[in-house]
């Protein structure tokens, strides 16, 4: 589900990836990223929280990680 100002995407190629899980968890100021052994978790409670400071952008390689502005429709892509 998706939160009311914000969803977040995670592609299918790293969402099985532990260290890109941890780097995830690692970036995010509010907690939407879980490492949950070894998986990206999407925390779906936390999602209204971004700040959309893209540091999770910047932490996911290229192409893997969308953050889609349900209140506008612009995305903010990795």
């Known amino acids: 589900m998706a939160g009311l100002f914000i969803d977040v995407e995670v592609d299918d190629q790293i969402r099985d990836q ?3 899980a941890q780097k995830l968890e690692d ?3 509010v907690d939407i990223y879980k490492n949950a ?3 990206v978790e999407i925390v779906e ?5 971004c700040v959309l400071c893209e540091l999770c952008l ?3 390689p290229k192409g893997t990680v969308r953050v889609k502005k349900l209140y506008d429709g ?5």
Not at 74 to 78: D, G, K, M, R
């Open 58 to 60: 910047n932490a996911a």
């Open 27 to 29: 970036a995010c100021p």
């Open 74 to 78: 612009s995305v903010l892509q990795s």
């Open 18 to 20: 532990a260290d890109i």
């Open 37 to 39: 052994d070894g998986h």
């Open 45 to 49: 409670q936390n999602l209204d929280e």
